[in-house]
């Protein structure tokens, strides 16, 4: 995923311009911290007070340097419009947060305004679509019958959340005025893994990673990936 975003980013800016980058529901800050690291100037919003806290805690290992380029920022990513003036980000991240957000528009829709023209919205959302592969694939033939028309589903936190369709994003996006400029599989083979599973060693981890990578790029695999990758643009 963060191959693809770099990919996007370097397709649409010149090598070497500091860009402005907003990271709404950033986690402990892993893409934040890597796209500072890049010498980007970042924003990271995320509502939960214990990933800020481990947010700041990474961040101040960082070099004066990166940190300099961190703000982080604890509130709620569909108060975008609270904290920033529209068009004030090159780059903005969503990954991994729609599934919580129970009117998804109107946090896009918040998203794609703080877009500078030309701007590179990221979004990371469980794919609908490919829901009953992962009940199917472990024999679970109840479950896959019933994945097949919903886009709810119960992740592995145990909490029932909301997975998209890429259709209606593709949609949502259009509307928004950030049309859909390109989109990834993500997880396409390794959705089975169990989180406790080692990770494997070095050699066989590069081969799977690259296996998956071209996996997500390519028909029809991409399509019943676990999760989606859409890179949308402001017109
Ligand atoms: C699955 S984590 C993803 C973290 C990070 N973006 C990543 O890709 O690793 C989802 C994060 O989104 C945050 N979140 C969910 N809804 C949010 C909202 N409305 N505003 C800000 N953060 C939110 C959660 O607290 C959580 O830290």
Redesign the pocket.
Known sequence: MARQLDEQIAGRFPVGQRLRVL??????G??ALRLARAGHQVTG????AR?VAAARQALAAEPEGVRARVRLIE????DTGVHFLPGSFDVV?C???LM??EDPDA?LAGLARMLAPGGLLSL?VRNADGLAMRPGLAGDWVGALGAFDSTQYTNRLGLDVRADRLGTLTATLAGIGAPLHAWYGVRVFTDQAADAAAVPERGELQTLLAAEERAGRTEPYRRVAALLHLCGVRG
């Open positions: 990271d709404v529901g950033m986690g402990q892993t893409q919003v995320e509502q939960d990933m509130g709620d990513g569909r991240l990954h991994g947060v919580y957000v946090l990371l």
